[in-house]
């Protein structure tokens, strides 16, 4: 790092933020392979909570990389870093006193590891948006994995790049079975049994 840069502490605080927002900041971190539902659970759940009037935002995978992730490739490598810079951009959201969504594949367990390691304990609620293999090919609206099968994509986790599970996620929904309702209920319930959360 520079030595020649300083932080710079605001004068208003994070716990004056969560006061204004009158509720508490956290990260919510959807993952799962392609196709298990996680960037529409996501914006599903931050309706539902900007509808109890909680301040949020999604970072979605595509759109990151539309911008902030524009020069990455999906090497592992840059799989890692595009992490890096996800879990920045959340810490960051947490401070302001936001309640960020993350809808990201991150397929390696310490990627994730790493990020809930940039908060305060119990801030990082891991989502296990958990479906079959054959269940995201079958949802795969992109032809990504047909693509990936017949090697015109890369490192697509899953087909040529592994996916490691979370081992003990916060909340794990099984995606095949559970509708888009039954899995926002259980992660609400997961924040409001954290205390994160007063919804009813």
Same mark, same amino acid.
């Given at each position: 790092?520079?030595?020649?840069?300083?932080?710079?502490?605001?004068?208003?605080? /994070?716990? %004056?933020?969560?006061?204004?927002? #009158? +509720?508490? =900041?956290?990260? $919510?971190?959807?993952?799962?392979?392609?196709?298990?539902?996680? #960037?529409?659970?996501? +914006?599903?759940?931050? @309706? *539902? $909570? +900007?509808?109890?009037?909680? /301040?949020?935002?999604?970072?979605?995978? %595509?759109?990151? !990389?539309?911008?902030? =992730?524009?020069?990455?490739?999906?090497?592992?490598?840059? !799989?890692?870093?595009?992490? /890096? /810079?996800?879990?920045?951009?959340?810490?960051?959201?947490?401070?302001?006193?936001?309640?960020?969504?993350?809808?990201?594949?991150?397929?390696? *367990?310490?990627?994730?590891?790493?990020?809930?390691?940039?908060?305060? +304990?119990?801030?990082?609620?891991?989502?296990?948006?958990?479906?079959?293999?054959?269940?995201?090919? !079958? *949802? %795969?609206?992109?032809?990504?994995?047909?693509?990936? *099968?017949?090697?015109?994509?890369?490192?697509?986790?899953?087909?040529?790049?592994?996916?490691?599970? &979370?081992?003990? &996620?916060?909340?794990? $929904?099984?995606?095949?079975?559970?509708?888009?309702?039954?899995?926002?209920?259980?992660?609400? #319930?997961?924040?409001?049994? @954290?205390?994160?959360?007063? $919804?009813?």
């Amino acid at each position: 790092m520079n030595t020649n840069i300083v932080w710079h502490k605001s004068l208003v605080t /994070r716990l %004056d933020r969560e006061k204004l927002n #009158s +509720h508490k =900041s956290f990260v $919510l971190w959807f993952t799962g392979l392609s196709g298990s539902g996680k #960037s529409t659970l996501a +914006h599903e759940v931050e @309706k *539902r $909570l +900007h509808s109890s009037g909680c /301040r949020t935002f999604v970072l979605d995978g %595509d759109n990151i !990389r539309h911008g902030l =992730s524009a020069n990455l490739s999906f090497t592992d490598t840059d !799989r890692k870093e595009n992490i /890096r /810079r996800i879990g920045e951009a959340a810490k960051l959201m947490v401070e302001a006193g936001v309640i960020a969504l993350t809808a990201f594949i991150s397929p390696f *367990r310490v990627d994730r590891e790493m990020v809930r390691g940039l908060l305060p +304990h119990g801030e990082f609620i891991e989502v296990f948006c958990d479906a079959s293999l054959d269940v995201c090919e !079958r *949802r %795969d609206v992109k032809g990504l994995y047909k693509k990936a *099968r017949a090697g015109d994509i890369k490192n697509y986790t899953g087909i040529s790049s592994p996916y490691e599970s &979370p081992l003990n &996620p916060e909340v794990y $929904l099984n995606t095949a079975e559970m509708t888009v309702d039954e899995s926002c209920t259980t992660v609400l #319930s997961c924040l409001e049994k @954290k205390g994160l959360l007063v $919804l009813s």
